[in-house]
């Protein structure tokens, strides 16, 4: 089982990036899926989660607005859009398969995790 993210890069203050996260191995199509990041010198946090069938979502409330995670069963890939970047968006972001259908926000029911895509927001 493997989830590879992709799509961190700089970016300047303002700006967007998509990350992806694209499931080999088996489908997580019955499974909520997340996204969590850790910023240099600080503790890993939850960022955004997607239930199973997209119908639930929840943020980090700094990111609400902003950030808008999505996903596509047909192509096991979950997505995170994220729009007004600030520097504070600096970090190496994770994608995540959760134990349950729904949309977690605790480490606790996330299961499999990616290898991370930096993203880095200059001011």
């Known amino acids: 089982v493997q989830l590879q993210a992709s799509g961190g890069g700089l970016v300047q203050a303002g700006g967007s990036l998509r990350l992806s996260c694209v499931a080999s191995?088996?489908?997580?199509?019955?499974?909520?899926m997340g996204w969590f990041r850790q910023a240099p010198g600080k503790e890993r946090e939850f960022v955004a989660a997607i239930s199973w069938n997209g119908g639930s979502t929840r943020y980090l409330d700094s990111v609400k607005g902003r950030f808008t995670i999505s996903r596509d069963n047909a192509k096991n890939t979950v997505y995170l859009q994220m729009n007004s970047l600030s520097p504070e968006d600096t970090a190496v972001y994770y994608c995540a398969a959760g134990s349950t259908a729904f949309s977690a926000t605790s480490e606790t029911y996330f299961r499999f995790w990616g290898q991370g895509t930096l993203v880095t927001v200059s001011s």
């Open positions: 191995g088996r489908t997580f199509s019955n499974n909520g």
